[in-house]
């Protein structure tokens, strides 16, 4: 598939979809962040029509464009459209609309490029910041010193990008899948570039040859599976590029399923691991976006033996953490909220599941009176093994220097540069900071 197919392909999906709309307005009354974005008392009819006129002209009424730039992808729209549509696709396609006709194409490819350097920096430093040879050569990220495979795995295991920032993570994904003897080879990293960065600065032609690369590769295995941990990359070739590609070429190159899904499926050939006895009483950080993963993870929770779950009252919204960013005021005050929540229900730990809640949420473990954790920690601890949280070590120290220091032997041994180093910790993890630490406010006030 060229480019241009992708492209052709790409638009005739939106207006097969443009044409099933009716313009009930049903997704937008379902959405949760239409009151937070100011557009409570929008009409709901005349929002959906104006983005429809966006998808069509590239510009629509202002409440429409507010709409599609806050959405926080929870999905809700999905589930309330009766006609065979899929509104959160539509938004995104909305956006990509506006920054078209916003921006030239050398513009847009230039943002493209910069964002995807800068995320191949960030990862490359935060990552050997934390990790041996062995472990960045068992996450893919550097070529193995053993002889490559004669036959393909079972499955691919595909990290994404951004989990390699909190490694502790996606180790503990190969941990788990190795105690239950799944047949997999690792795929991820920048080099297997889901091209997300490409579509929100607009470069289709990008996107299209990025697709066209990492489909080939997540394509090598016997059945055609793909367990993806990111929940950005699964709605992005869910939603974007498979159905993109499928529609050009005919064909449809493999199945992708959530880590989450996976595991509670399989929960037979993983309960009888979970062995070790813990109590605790945990809360759940919950995004809805992608369909089954937290009820899922409710579940895998509820297997550990010892293992208590409180509901808080506190609203999961968006697709995770980091797409909560176009509300910041809103994003801020939620995760206050659900802080608080966690305290007065004295729980032990704050369980996340995806690798941004976890970046933007550990290091509040500093002043609050419970751990936060990763659920795979969980579930690690329960079958016998462990991998240290280096991130959020680290980042508890909310110290330049101190970072440095203590990750100096890993920095020498990987050749990482200094002034890098240290910029990518200012920006990539201390920056990385969407509620202030308490620490930090009581100073501010």
Known sequence: MDNTGFEQALSGRVDDMIDACTKCGACFTACPIAGPAGLGDADPEAVVSGVLDILRLGKGTAESEKWAKACMASGECIKACDYGVNPRFLLTMARLAMVRTEKDAAERRKQGVNVF?????????????????????????????????????????????????????????????????????????????????????????????????????????????????????????????????????????????????????????????????????????????????????????????????????????????????????????????????????????????YHSDHRELCAHERDWPFRIINILEIVGESMGFRQEDHYKNLKIKQDVDAIVADSADLMKSHGVNLDTARQVIVNGMLGDQPLPLQGMQAAAR
Request: some cysteine; glycine content about 8%.
């Open 117 to 353: 350097r800068k995320l191949g920096q960030d990862i490359g430093v935060l990552s050997r910041l934390q990790l041996s040879e062995e472990a960045l050569i068992r996450l893919g990220q550097r070529p193995s010193k053993e002889a490559p495979r004669v036959e393909m795995p079972d499955v691919v295991f595909y990290t994404g990008c951004n989990v390699l920032k909190t490694p502790h993570i996606a180790l503990l994904c190969l941990d788990i899948m190795d105690a239950m003897g799944a047949d997999y080879q690792v795929m991820g990293g920048p080099t297997h570039c889901c091209g997300t960065s490409q579509l929100r600065a607009g470069d289709t032609e990008t996107l299209g040859r990025l697709a066209n690369n990492t489909i080939n590769k997540l394509s090598q295995s016997k059945t055609k599976q793909v367990l993806a941990w990111c929940p950005s990359c699964v709605m992005q070739f869910g939603e974007t590029v498979l159905p993109t590609y499928e529609r050009a070429t005919g064909e449809k190159p493999f199945d992708l399923t959530p880590f989450m899904p996976f595991l509670h499926a399989n929960m037979d050939r993983l309960r009888p691991l979970l062995k070790g006895r813990l109590e605790m009483t945990v809360a759940l950080h919950r995004h809805p976006g992608i369909a089954g993963v937290m009820e899922a993870a409710e579940q895998l929770l509820l297997a550990v033996p010892g293992i208590r779950i409180v509901k808080l009252d506190v609203p999961g919204v968006g697709l995770q953490s980091v797409n909560l960013a176009t509300l910041p005021k809103f994003k801020a005050e939620l995760q206050l909220k659900e802080l608080e929540a966690a305290r007065a229900a004295g729980v032990d730990a704050l369980v996340a599941v």
